[in-house]
């Protein structure tokens, strides 16, 4: 499984998406849509932390790095390459 | 009436921001004349005195236009959170019958999936985004920017449902005149006014962004937007961004909001800062602590509740000593701590809190039933405190919430005092729930820890320290304790 299609699987299991994982694409907004709410984005790093096996720091905590699969996709690949 | 806040302000300072939002500046005298326009709009689709509108938006000027132009035309604001599931936009329909909303693209098509079996609503009004054209624009545009405003100040202004965090939601009615003395008495006690900014991060749909917002314009205040609030993990340093660019001089905001301001990446101060003040739950020390270390501004925590507007605010002049402390009743307002009686208890000692003010709910869904919170011209928050020879409340607990097992009445708060001296707990909430083995309910305790702990282990732990029907006979370790948008702890989610 890519790391987009377990994001995407995390995204659909615990967060505030109704729809189907199919129906949820990677520049589909999170935050905007209210995907990742408050408690969200608390299970959001403890997913990336223990999945990818990353630390997310506290400035880090920026709306760019979760605004999509894309995005956290994209987050996660700068963290473990740096 | 509510809109006086605004003629005044269009009369005395016409020039002056009054909202900002991002690129978006409206003045007094601008405001003034789009509430008139988008009331004209309304009268003109013949919605109008006594009916209701639903608001059903996130923070935005056009929630303010709405606002004051509902009002303004004698009808009742029924404002609704904006992120309601479809079962609740459902029961508030169901509930006040509304003739018209006010609302985005999401919030339409929400609402249209709620209420799918019943006809459509004789107004509606989608302000644009998400591929949806704007309607709201062009519908106050071209129209006149005055008015013979409403002028009923015991009219119901709006309809707000309080937050349900024990029982269903409850749909609560506030007329113009408990609103505005609401507003005057906390701008008498802090002194607002008009050169203030306002940072308004708290949702205006809900009572205690709304009074904010109610407050600042009635003292003629600029109140500055945040566009994006939640999740606000990742929006704080835009809050910080926004207090420094406009100079804020006022912040309300909940605990959780204030310990993320305070641990944001960055060492700049905020100097202009003078009232931050704090409600929704009681503020935490280590909260007071850190955003004092951070900012050297001492938290005021403010009291009030969907049903009464605001009852108190610490304006004490030495806050780091009395930080634990929701002040004193404001202007024209008294609060009480009562005894098991009824009768007001000695100075010092805990009761339950109640207030007489001219803020306080006339239409709301409590009868006469024994537990109506409503006592005589006395309104009982269903908070326990008590009161220092000043008149100065600090708020220690619920009321509501005690157990009662095999007979005997538990506070739940013993108990979790009790669970949080363990080590390896981080925090806890005690519940009572039904059990099949017994007849009588029992408590469980839902449980976060700080490192690995086993059940058998708390309840050890509980029963060397506790009396044997305070000792929880479950307990469920979960990763987080549910919680409100404020804040609160939905108990109703833990017992299950």
Redesign the interface.
């Known amino acids: 499984m890519t790391d987009k299609d377990t994001i995407r699987r995390f995204v659909v299991e615990e967060l505030q998406w109704t729809g189907s994982a199919e129906e949820l694409a990677d520049d589909a907004s999170l935050?905007?849509?209210?995907v990742?709410?408050?408690?969200?984005?608390?299970?959001t790093i403890?997913f990336l932390e223990s999945t990818f096996g990353i630390k997310v720091?506290?400035?880090e905590?920026?709306?760019r790095n979760?605004e999509t699969i894309n995005s956290i996709a994209a987050f996660v690949e700068s963290k473990r390459s740096s | 009436m509510l809109i006086d806040s605004l003629r005044r302000g269009a009369e005395r300072h016409p020039a002056k921001r009054a909202i900002v939002m991002g690129s978006e500046e409206l003045t007094y005298g601008e405001l003034c004349g789009l509430a008139a326009q988008f009331a004209n709009g309304l009268e003109a689709a013949g919605i109008g005195s006594g009916d209701r509108v639903v608001i059903l938006l996130r923070n935005r000027p056009e929630f303010v236009i709405s606002l004051y132009g509902v009002v303004g035309v004698g009808a009742t604001a029924v404002l609704l959170d904006p992120s309601s599931r479809s079962h609740e936009l459902g029961h508030a329909s169901r509930d006040c019958q509304p003739r018209a909303i006010i609302t985005d693209a999401p919030g339409s098509s929400r609402w249209r999936e709620a209420n799918e079996s019943t006809p459509a609503l004789d107004f509606t009004l989608v302000i644009g985004g998400d591929g949806h054209a704007d309607e709201f624009w062009p519908f106050v545009r071209d129209r006149p920017t005055t008015r013979a405003w409403h002028a009923e100040g015991d009219r119901v202004a709006t309809f707000q449902y309080s937050s349900g965090s024990t029982g269903r939601a409850k749909r609560i009615g506030r007329t113009h005149d408990q609103w505005l003395s609401c507003a005057t008495a906390l701008a008498a006690a802090v002194g607002f006014d008009a050169d203030d900014v306002f940072l308004c991060v708290m949702p205006l749909f809900h009572s205690y962004g709304c009074e904010g917002l109610i407050t600042g314009l009635e003292a003629g205040a600029t109140m500055v937007l945040q566009e994006h609030v939640q999740p606000f993990a990742l929006n704080r340093l835009e809050t910080l961004r926004l207090a420094r660019a406009w100079n804020a001089t006022v912040l309300q905001s909940v605990p959780y909001m204030f310990d993320l301001l305070a641990s944001a990446p960055g060492s700049e101060p905020l100097p202009s800062l003078r009232h931050c003040g704090c409600g929704g739950v009681p503020l935490p020390q280590a909260t007071f602590r850190a955003f004092d270390d951070r900012f050297g501004i001492p938290i005021r925590q403010e009291y009030g509740s969907t049903e009464t507007g605001k009852m108190s605010v610490n304006v004490d002049r030495d806050p780091r000593s009395s930080w634990a402390s929701v002040g004193a009743a404001l202007p024209g307002m008294e609060l009480f701590v009562l005894g098991e009686d009824g009768e007001p208890v000695a100075a010092g000692t805990n009761g339950r809190i109640a207030i007489r003010t001219p803020g306080l709910t006339t239409d709301h869904p409590y009868g006469d039933a024994d537990d109506s919170p409503f006592v005589g011209d006395l309104f009982l928050t269903g908070d326990v405190g008590r009161l220092d020879g000043e008149g100065r409340l600090t708020v220690t607990g619920r009321t509501k919430v005690f157990v009662e097992i095999l007979g005997e009445k538990v506070d739940p708060a013993e108990v979790e005092e009790v669970l949080a001296e363990h080590p390896d707990v981080k925090e806890s909430v005690v519940v009572g729930v039904a059990d099949e083995g017994s007849r009588s309910p029992v408590l469980k305790a839902v449980v976060v820890c700080e490192s690995p702990c086993r059940e058998d282990e708390l309840i050890g732990f509980c029963k060397e320290r506790l009396s044997s029907f305070k000792v929880p006979s479950l307990i469920e370790f979960r990763d987080e304790i549910p919680r409100s948008q404020v804040g609160k702890i939905l108990r109703k989610d833990l017992i299950s």
């Open positions: 935050i905007d849509a209210g990742i709410d408050s408690l969200g984005i608390v299970q403890a720091r506290d400035d905590l920026m709306p979760f």
